[in-house]
């Protein structure tokens, strides 16, 4: 046994490191392998340690064909690198902004993802128009129950413009940096049609819209109203003015509705830390509101346009503010832009009786309009002068458009909507 163990150890000899030959696919992959790591090697120089090199470099696929292929990869690997970049950048700048921190001398505004809940109604629109003409990306949440898609049509084919047909009661997943809620039927027409769902979305689409804001990390600002300030005791009103609102009226679903929305606004504030900023909006009017909407200047207009007289509820004594809405645009964006929270008046301190505003609307519709007095509605409050010395110190804002040259523009608009393109007194405004 101990011969054939030595003999099969003598047959089977160590091969030596310095002498035994290798053999030849060994050699081969060992080749391989080196290949594999030399050109790993070189991708990543190119790639990760040059990305400017490939940018500068690239060119349209379809000016050279015969390499279409080996370009349009490297086009797909810069446009990935340049989405990434500004994606950080908008991220950055995103986190400075709700942070209130100031942007550096010398760097270049990114576009910001903006949501307007709203945004096909009657001031959402005019709120998209200045988002999109300053580069910004704006995706609308309406369900057209008030707004018209006619309002944001001319945004439509534009790739930095989205609509979305959502309710805000139901929640809604978007990655955003700013988000204005606007979401709410604001006359009394519609939002007495459904108190129950005016008050719903007042609470659930505020509820949702602040989920939003606090799990993005978006700046959130919540267009509340004068109404909240009720029937007032206090005139004009100022921001410390707690209101005079009656709970249980046939306005409440509105007046109380905002009320509780401004809650939940501070409640995320103060408990979740979510940038947050409230405005409250007196008396605006311009064009694309709703025609035969309840407002009063809406009211006036389609009714001296249509030779009806222009029906003032009452004495004609209440006294009210208007505000063009150019103005109001401007104070919504300075006050998102801004380092307050609020709340803040956003109106106009010129002050209006009714039978005083009847009298400004026949001088620019028809000067033989007759005036029809009927019995006051419920709840209807008696003064409305916003204070807006608040709006003007911390943002340096305040209405610039009189009535007398608002109005004319407004009242253009409801004659081609009322009367197209056939003559004004014809059938087509009965």
Same mark, same amino acid.
């Given at each position: 046994?101990?011969?054939?163990?030595?003999?099969?150890?003598?047959?089977?000899?160590?091969?030596?490191?310095?002498?035994?030959?290798?053999?030849?696919?060994?050699?081969?992959?060992?080749?391989?392998?080196?290949?594999?790591?030399?050109?790993?090697?070189?991708?990543?120089?190119?790639?990760?340690?040059?990305?400017?090199?490939?940018?500068?470099?690239?060119?349209?696929?379809?000016?050279?064909?015969?390499?279409?292929?080996?370009?349009?990869?490297?086009?797909?690997?810069?446009?990935?690198?340049?989405?990434?970049?500004?994606?950080?950048?908008?991220?950055?700048?995103?986190?400075?902004?709700?942070?209130?921190?100031?942007?550096?001398?010398?760097? !270049?505004?990114?576009?910001?993802?903006?949501?307007?809940?709203?945004?096909?109604?009657?001031?959402?629109?005019?709120?998209?128009?200045?988002?999109?003409?300053?580069?910004?990306?704006?995706?609308?949440?309406?369900?057209?129950?008030?707004?018209?898609?006619?309002?944001?049509?001319?945004?439509?084919?534009?790739?930095?413009?989205?609509?979305?047909?959502?309710?805000?009661?139901?929640?809604?997943?978007?990655?955003?940096?700013?988000?204005?809620?606007?979401?709410?039927?604001?006359?009394?027409?519609?939002?007495?049609?459904?108190?129950?769902?005016?008050?719903?979305?007042?609470?659930?689409?505020?509820?949702?819209?602040?989920?939003?804001? !606090?799990?993005?990390?978006?700046?959130?600002?919540?267009?509340?109203?004068?109404?909240?300030?009720?029937?007032?005791?206090?005139?004009?009103?100022?921001?410390?003015?707690?209101?005079?609102?009656?709970?249980?009226?046939?306005?409440?679903?509105?007046?109380?509705?905002?009320?509780?929305?401004?809650?939940?606004?501070?409640?995320?504030?103060?408990?979740?830390?979510?940038?947050?900023?409230?405005?409250?909006?007196?008396?605006?009017?311009?064009?694309?509101?709703?025609?035969?909407?309840?407002?009063?200047?809406?009211?006036?207009?389609?009714?001296?346009?249509?030779?009806?007289?222009?029906?003032?509820?009452?004495?004609?004594?209440?006294?009210?503010?208007?505000?063009?809405?150019?103005?109001?645009?401007?104070?919504?964006?300075?006050?998102?832009?801004?380092?307050?929270?609020?709340?803040?008046?956003?109106?106009?301190?010129?002050?209006?009786?009714?039978?005083?505003?009847?009298?400004?609307?026949?001088?620019?519709?028809?000067?033989?309009?007759?005036?029809?007095?009927?019995?006051?509605?419920?709840?209807?409050?008696?003064?409305?002068?916003?204070?807006?010395?608040?709006? !003007?110190?911390?943002?340096?804002?305040?209405?610039?458009?009189?009535? !007398?040259?608002?109005?004319?523009?407004?009242?253009?608009?409801?004659?081609?909507?009322?009367?197209?393109?056939?003559?004004?007194?014809?059938?087509?405004?009965?």
């Amino acid at each position: 046994m101990l011969a054939m163990e030595e003999d099969t150890e003598s047959y089977s000899p160590k091969p030596s490191h310095k002498h035994w030959p290798r053999p030849l696919d060994y050699l081969l992959k060992e080749q391989r392998l080196m290949f594999i790591l030399v050109g790993m090697a070189m991708a990543s120089f190119f790639f990760y340690l040059q990305p400017e090199f490939t940018f500068s470099q690239r060119t349209s696929p379809l000016d050279h064909p015969h390499q279409q292929d080996r370009t349009l990869t490297n086009f797909q690997q810069d446009l990935d690198t340049s989405q990434h970049s500004e994606l950080m950048e908008r991220s950055t700048m995103a986190m400075m902004h709700n942070s209130g921190a100031k942007m550096p001398l010398g760097l !270049k505004r990114k576009p910001l993802r903006i949501v307007v809940t709203g945004g096909a109604g009657f001031v959402g629109s005019h709120l998209v128009d200045k988002l999109m003409a300053r580069g910004d990306h704006v995706i609308v949440v309406d369900n057209l129950f008030t707004g018209r898609k006619e309002n944001v049509k001319h945004h439509f084919g534009n790739h930095r413009f989205e609509l979305i047909r959502h309710d805000v009661v139901e929640p809604l997943l978007l990655e955003v940096d700013q988000i204005y809620h606007l979401a709410c039927p604001a006359s009394p027409v519609h939002y007495k049609h459904n108190p129950v769902k005016t008050i719903k979305t007042n609470v659930m689409g505020t509820l949702n819209m602040l989920g939003l804001a !606090k799990r993005v990390g978006a700046r959130f600002l919540l267009t509340s109203t004068s109404e909240v300030y009720g029937d007032p005791l206090e005139h004009p009103q100022k921001e410390t003015y707690w209101g005079n609102v009656n709970p249980i009226g046939v306005r409440s679903c509105y007046d109380e509705g905002k009320r509780t929305a401004e809650t939940l606004t501070m409640d995320y504030h103060r408990g979740d830390q979510v940038q947050v900023r409230i405005a409250r909006i007196f008396n605006t009017y311009g064009p694309r509101m709703c025609i035969d909407d309840g407002r009063v200047v809406s009211n006036f207009v389609a009714q001296a346009l249509r030779k009806e007289p222009m029906t003032v509820y009452g004495d004609g004594k209440q006294t009210r503010s208007f505000q063009y809405v150019s103005d109001l645009v401007e104070g919504l964006v300075r006050l998102m832009e801004g380092e307050h929270v609020g709340p803040f008046n956003l109106g106009n301190p010129g002050e209006f009786t009714m039978l005083e505003l009847a009298e400004v609307v026949k001088k620019v519709v028809d000067p033989k309009a007759k005036i029809e007095h009927r019995a006051n509605t419920a709840d209807d409050p008696h003064m409305r002068k916003p204070d807006i010395s608040k709006a !003007k110190e911390l943002l340096g804002w305040e209405p610039k458009v009189a009535l !007398k040259d608002g109005l004319p523009r407004m009242v253009e608009d409801f004659r081609r909507r009322i009367f197209g393109d056939q003559k004004e007194g014809s059938g087509a405004a009965e």
